[in-house]
């Protein structure tokens, strides 16, 4: 669920554009149902109102796409090179999220970290709450039924469907989000590693590794 | 009772693990709803009552996004943002406009 506020408030103003697509429209992009074709509406209706204008639309779409998972390999290489920001990051996830210039500011981040004894993974039982400041919209499965039901009560057959086998002996730590508090998994750092910059290391962070169903990449021999 | 949005424990099917991405249709509603929250019009816990508050056969036949549209058109309705008869009428002109231009795939019927 989100709770972004767009703090940019200034208006370009003079948009006539109905934000359709000019191209033909590509398959997905047919209107199937009822809900669509009402969701076309409300924005036509809220736009000539003044509710809103179709530039910050627009520009919330694009905010949108700009938040990667990219963002969050980049705290997570930070975190398993530098030993004072992984310190920094496990007190408290925002501020550390922001020195990195990322801003995490009507959510609570806490990051979470997977060693040989505990692996972590992330669910919203109840919805799609997710860290979307730092790594963007959820993937559809994490936003599944079934994943949101099964994960807490068979979290190591779930973890299996994704391909990620977690031995006997190592904990499995579920961690249901919440509208205010928002996970992230910092996963173990793979061997062999040692040499890699930080760039090298942020390449081997998943989307999946910070959710909690997968682990890091190893790198290319 | 459980609510319908309170699955957690629940028996299900395997897990779809491939993302598929957004479409064109998805983003828009995804991009209208942090707008009009940009605006201090709704707010987070807003929207998840709102939801919460389909009943179990919308949210189980609804799909994620179509959730939030619902949701969306009860809340501008009741904040006296726009009105469930210009709502109808848009519907219906735009139905007829998709129709016109070809990108009306199915007659989706209203619930």
């Excluded at chain 1, 076309?40 to 627009?58: D, H, N, S, T």
């Excluded at chain 1, 949108?64 to 990051?89: C, E, M, Q």
């Amino acid at each position: 669920m989100s709770g972004d506020h767009d703090h940019d408030h200034d208006h370009h103003g003079h948009d006539h554009d109905h934000d359709h697509p000019h191209a033909p429209p590509q398959p997905d992009d047919k209107v199937h149902s009822y809900y669509q074709i009402l969701g076309v509406a409300l924005k036509e209706l809220l736009i000539e109102k003044g509710v809103v204008e179709a530039a910050e639309v627009r520009r919330q779409i694009e905010r949108r796409d700009s938040i990667t998972p990219a963002n969050g390999s980049k705290v997570v290489a930070k975190a398993w090179t530098d030993p004072a920001f992984r310190a920094r990051l496990f007190a408290d996830g925002n501020s550390a999220v922001a020195e990195l210039g990322f801003e995490m500011t009507t959510t609570k981040l806490v990051a979470v970290e997977n060693t040989p004894s505990e692996h972590n993974v992330v669910v919203c039982t109840l919805c799609s709450c997710y860290p979307r400041d730092l790594l963007g919209l959820p993937p559809s499965w994490y936003k599944s039924r079934a994943y949101r039901a099964r994960i807490v009560r068979e979290p190591r057959a779930v973890l299996a469907e994704f391909g990620t086998r977690v031995p006997d002996d190592v904990a499995v730590r579920v961690h249901d989000s919440t509208a205010d508090m928002r996970f992230l998994v910092v996963p173990m750092r793979p061997e062999g590693t040692q040499g890699l910059r930080e760039d090298e290391l942020a390449a081997l962070v998943t989307r999946d590794s910070m959710v909690g169903v997968a682990v890091a990449r190893a790198p290319e021999r | 009772m459980r609510g319908p949005h309170d699955v957690g424990g629940l028996p299900e099917g395997p897990v779809e693990t491939e993302a598929h991405p957004l479409t064109f249709w998805e983003k828009q509603i995804d991009g209208l709803r942090a707008a009009v929250g940009a605006k201090g019009l709704v707010n987070t816990h807003e929207n998840r009552a709102a939801v919460e508050a389909l009943g179990h056969d919308a949210y189980n036949t609804l799909h994620y996004y179509e959730r939030w549209t619902a949701t969306l058109c009860r809340q501008m309705i009741e904040k006296g943002v726009l009105t469930q008869d210009e709502i109808d009428a848009r519907v219906a002109a735009v139905r007829r406009r998709l129709a016109d231009t070809g990108e009306l795939e199915t007659e989706g019927g209203a619930p």
